[in-house]
């Protein structure tokens, strides 16, 4: 979710206070351990009653103890380690996903986390590569490294987004780790759209705990829905963009934050604001400058289902 959750994005999600707990994108290990200001940067503002785990994504085990040991230090709830991102310069560079090749370097970074600090640890995996022979290895090394909790992804590096996630995998994790690593936490994710695949997920899979990635960025409030609440009204998601907006462009007009902009419009679909009005969402992708994106959000001139 690199360049979707950043820190304004969770911090107006936290502010609605539904979600359980959410995590940063990824600070990448490169010559040496993060200093805690960029860490502080990366978690944003604090929310006490919600925990934020610092994520970070290594090749290897070095500066891996130094950094877990400042997130700490930076206000950090835990410390978690990314072994799921694709991108092929991630993926080149043998860090994310290119450690589900290698279980045991997968092992030893976890357990270089868990050595730094007292906050719990946790990994974030996908089922393996090209397939899923190695998923059972990988559970037990991250689970034996010190993982007090691993969310899996269930899908391959391989895989696009419009693969479907195969749930099978979280109920074969749940079921490896409930039995051989008992108090090691598993939280599925993958194929979330709506508030109900989330308890589908968890009744089907046994998983503890259900991640919600791009559904969020589309409706925020999918976590006030998956606690049994209503969905967003117009006016809520009308605010919630607004107040994006505001933060993304610094409240001005013209060229800044316009990618952010055109982002949320192209996803966004809490409060139903886009139902009959799919031309009007390819019409603001279309727009040079935010500010039109800004009062679309804000009601003006919005048109009739009908001439949409």
């Known amino acids: 979710m690199e360049g979707i959750t950043d820190a304004c994005f969770r911090s107006l999600v936290l502010d609605l206070g539904h979600a359980g707990g ?5 600070v990448r290990l490169t010559t040496g351990p993060v200093s805690v200001a960029a860490l502080r940067r990366a978690l944003g503002p604090p929310h ?23 997130a700490a230090l930076a206000g950090a709830a835990w410390v978690d380690l990314n072994f799921g991102c694709p ?10 996903s290119a450690l589900l090749a290698r279980p045991e370097a997968l092992g030893a970074i976890v357990a270089a986390a868990a050595s730094g600090t007292d906050l719990p640890v946790s ?15 990988v559970l037990h090394a991250a689970a034996e490294g010190g993982a007090a909790m691993v969310s899996l992804h269930a899908r391959l590096r391989v895989d696009s987004y419009e693969t479907a996630a195969r749930w099978e995998w979280i109920a074969r994790a749940a079921e490896l780790l409930h039995s051989r690593h008992p108090g090691v936490a598993l939280v599925g994710n993958g194929g979330i759209d709506r508030a109900a695949d989330a308890r589908r997920m968890a009744a089907a899979t046994g998983c503890d705990g259900v991640m ?9 409030w999918i976590f006030r829905e998956v606690r049994g609440g209503p969905s967003a009204s117009e006016g809520e ?20 934050g316009v990618g952010r902009a055109k982002q949320l419009a192209r996803h966004f679909r809490a409060g139903g604001l886009f ?11 279309r727009e040079a400058g935010a500010e039109e994106i800004r009062a679309w ?4 001139a919005r048109p009739s289902p009908a001439a949409a």
Not at 275 to 285: D, F, K, Y
């Open 22 to 26: 959410a995590c940063t994108e990824f």
């Open 48 to 70: 006490p009653s919600i925990p934020t785990g610092l994520q970070v994504m290594a090749p290897g085990p070095e500066f891996v103890a130094a950094t877990a040991h400042r």
């Open 123 to 137: 990994a974030k995996v996908r089922a393996g590569i090209g397939d899923a022979s190695l998923l059972d290895e």
């Open 87 to 96: 991108v092929p310069r991630v993926f080149d560079r043998c860090a994310g």
């Open 237 to 256: 998601a009308r605010a919630f963009a607004l107040r994006y907006l505001d933060r993304v462009t610094g409240g001005e007009g013209g060229r800044r």
């Open 275 to 285: 139902e009959g009005r799919e031309g009007e969402r390819g019409r603001l992708l």
């Open 212 to 220: 919600v990635g791009r559904a969020a960025f589309a409706d925020p």
């Open 297 to 300: 959000f804000a009601g003006a």
